[in-house]
């Protein structure tokens, strides 16, 4: 009995300009196009492992070691695509086993917990798609993948590649411009740094699938925000990434990220993601770049009120230090990590991170999806564990 496996490692990212909307929900495509930083995988990463066997009697995903429905459209629409592009492989070539009609079971763990209150589903379905990808051996490149991982969640497409990733909004009512492109390697600015603050592992109460649709609806403000306020920032952001210009590329960071939670404000019924801890982080990094003279950090947040602050490594001791007298015992702090800084935060705001940031995440830009031997399926088609 043989059991074939491959397996892969995909990245979280965290846009600096969002995609929030969809011209067409079935095809998964945006109104607009966004563009994110790929976090490193040292701190967040989804390692999955693919496998394919005769013996496999169904399709099956267990998820952190439980089993994951695998039923959805979406999910489907990616397994459909993956099986096609290798049996198109093996009606040309006789000698290939003939994976595409055999079941599959697919084994994934993340190595952060789900109480970091981040969404996974980027990394997620970046991992899913490239592991059967990989088990395929099918000739695609990240792009390629990109127009498949799109369609099990926008964002997915994204961290098909490490570094500074726009997501192409494309035209096409077909969706195949639709897709993501390296618009720099982690290595063309490797001193980019996050801080993440957890202000909430809830669960989020609108789900963005859900909540860009009602934006779409019910906003007015959203239409300028698609037919303006993005496309500017695109350009000055690819600008500013290309220049390693940072005052511009946070000031446009917190622009986009302003604008996207205005139209959620301005939804009908309104949505609101940030929250009082959120609007501390916001005025700790106001804080922080009046006491720099300059902009040495941008909050950015998404679905819901966890603050990213980027911020470049050799700012670190203002920007950490800012925070270590209020986060220093947090989970996450990593040790050792005691910088000074002057910088003097509100009582108000000082309190609200103090008691409202539960876990914080200190990472980086990061390199795409790695191919890896360590293996979540056994030789004879077992699933295994690595936190057991
Ligand atoms: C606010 O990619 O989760 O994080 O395509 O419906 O799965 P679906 O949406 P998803 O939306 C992410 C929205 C965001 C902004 C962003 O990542 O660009």
């Known amino acids: 009995m043989v059991v074939y496996r491959a397996s ?11 995609y929030w909307g969809k011209r067409d929900p079935k095809l998964n495509l945006p109104t607009n196009s966004s563009l994110s930083v790929t976090l490193s ?5 989804t390692l999955t492992t693919a496998s394919c066997s005769e013996t496999y009697t169904e399709d099956v995903l267990l998820l952190n070691g439980s089993p994951s429905d695998l039923t959805g459209a979406r999910t489907q629409a990616c397994l459909r695509e993956l099986r096609a592009l290798r049996a198109a492989l093996e009606a040309k070539d006789a000698s290939l086993p003939k994976l595409a009609q055999l079941k599959l079971l697919l084994v994934s763990e993340n190595n952060f917990p789900t109480a970091a209150g981040l969404a996974s589903s980027a990394a997620g379905f970046a991992a899913f798609v490239r592991a059967i990808a990989d088990l395929y051996e099918l000739p695609a490149s990240p792009t390629e993948l990109s127009l498949i991982a799109r369609q099990g969640s926008g964002s997915a497409c994204r961290s098909l590649f490490g570094g500074y990733v726009a997501w192409r909004a494309g035209a096409h009512v077909d969706g195949l411009d ?34 860009m649709q009602q934006t779409v609806a019910t906003s007015g403000l959203f239409q300028q925000r698609i037919a303006e306020v993005v496309p500017a920032n695109m350009e000055t952001m690819e600008a500013a990434i290309a220049a390693r210009d940072f005052p511009k590329f946070a000031e446009v960071t917190m622009r986009d990220s302003n604008s996207f939670h205005a139209t959620c404000a301005d939804t009908y019924p309104p949505i609101f993601y940030m929250n009082d801890v959120s609007r501390a982080a916001v005025r700790a990094v106001e804080a922080i770049n009046t006491a720099a003279g300059k902009t040495i950090a941008a909050y950015t947040f998404d679905a819901g009120p966890n603050a990213v602050i980027y911020y470049l490594e050799e700012d670190s001791e203002t920007v950490l230090g800012t925070f270590y ?14 910088p000074k800084s002057s910088v003097q935060l509100d009582e108000a705001v000082s309190d609200s991170l103090k008691t409202g940031v539960s876990r914080v995440i200190m990472t980086g830009v990061g390199e795409g999806p790695q191919k890896t031997d360590v293996f979540l399926v056994s030789e004879d088609g077992k699933p295994l564990s690595t936190s057991a």
């Open 41 to 45: 995988q040292d701190d967040l990463r």
């Open 178 to 211: 639709s897709k993501a492109v390296e618009v720099a390697p982690a290595a063309h600015w490797p001193n980019m740094r996050a801080l993440i603050l957890v202000a909430s592992a809830a669960k989020k109460g609108v789900s963005s699938t859900s909540g």
């Open 325 to 338: 007298a209020l986060l220093e015992s947090t989970e996450g702090w990593k040790k050792g990590t005691n």
């Open 8 to 18: 892969t490692t995909a990245p979280v990212n965290i846009a600096v300009v969002k």
